[in-house]
């Protein structure tokens, strides 16, 4: 008998019919001979508006609390889609995060998961049931309740899957799979069958929302395939795995075009250039658990230089207070807060073996009137920051430009592997 592990985002079960649906698939699964694991997600948009009734009570509402109250989101999708397995004559049982020995460290709204002990669901497996595990929730060692962070059902489900050691990991959402790029502002976007964990994991990190980076980070660490696809229609969606002998002798250089509008550019003006300031900044910034991402530091003009990096717009609220202490110990001349940019990314593993990607990235930009304001770049992905409002056409560019257009029939044979 083989094990998988079944993950249901929000829109897959918003409500009572589309929950009914779900339950059917599982049932089915399950019917097929192999163990089922499900983790599930808040219905719908349960876990914003949670969030906004804790805006609604408290300015800050406390961490602790927070989580409490955010779990509750997963814990009522997974009872109710019990109670439709059951209905289905498929034996099934719900359990939260911590009655799951889903541990974590102590840091709210934002936990890690440090172990999974997963007896109860063992359990539930060798006595031929369905278990249904709420998803983005754990307990700490402190023994409080506490959540993975935003999409962290996700996580829940990859690393119950490598915890079982499941054959694979079925992450249903809204979209049929992973694409060359979000198909609501690049329309010839294509569906890609397959990526690596890497080419995942960069997409992720660069703002991709199919799937939360930590699962990536699970799943490569721990060797589980993924596969992404579509509650509605249920058609194959996209896979990643490792890519032993998976890949193709001729691939596109480049995968897909990733952006994201979810961070802030900060500055730290006229900072007098000499040793340890960096160290002194973002240690602060890291000590108040603050997620720095892109990090420029510009040629030193007269002793003094400025420090620019990013970080998501959520952060900046906690890091300006920090950026202001730092600047007054150092004797910087201010602070400079820009949330009007966005993040472009180019991903590919076929960019490791293939030069002039970047040349040609910035000067498709360039042809398209796009100043570029930060650089970053690892081996398979290269990220701008520019404008906002040059989103659209940047985007658009660049799908074109890399042949990834739907009706294109670029295909950029590698370089022989050394
Ligand atoms: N319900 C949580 C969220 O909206 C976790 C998840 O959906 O994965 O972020
Ligand atoms: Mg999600």
Known sequence: MGLVVQKFGGTSVADPDRMRRVARHVADTRAGGDGVVVVVSAMGKATDNLLGLARQVSANPSGRELDMLLTTGERISSALLCMALLDLGCDAVSFTGSQVGIITDTSHTKAKILEIKGDRVREAIAQGKVAVVAG???????????????????????????????????????VTGVFSADPRMVPRARKLPWLSFDEMLEMAGAGSKV??????????????????RSSFTWEPGTWVSGDEGRRAMEEPIISGVVHDVGESKMTLLGVPDRPGVSALLFESLAHANVNVDMIVQNTSVDGTTDISFTLPAGDVAVAQPILERVGAEVGAKGVDTDAQIAKLSLVGAGMKTSPGVAARMFRVLADHGVNIEMISTSTIRISVVVERSMLDTAIVALHAAFGLDADSDYSAPLPERT
């Open 136 to 174: 983005f929730q754990g307990v700490s060692t402190a023994k409080e309740v506490t959540t993975l962070g935003r999409g962290g059902s996700d996580t829940t489900a990859v690393a119950l899957a490598a915890a079982l050691r499941a054959d694979s990991c079925e992450i249903y959402t809204d």
């Open 211 to 228: 799937l939360a980076l930590r699962s990536v980070e699970f799943a490569r660490n721990h060797g589980v395939p993924i596969h992404v």
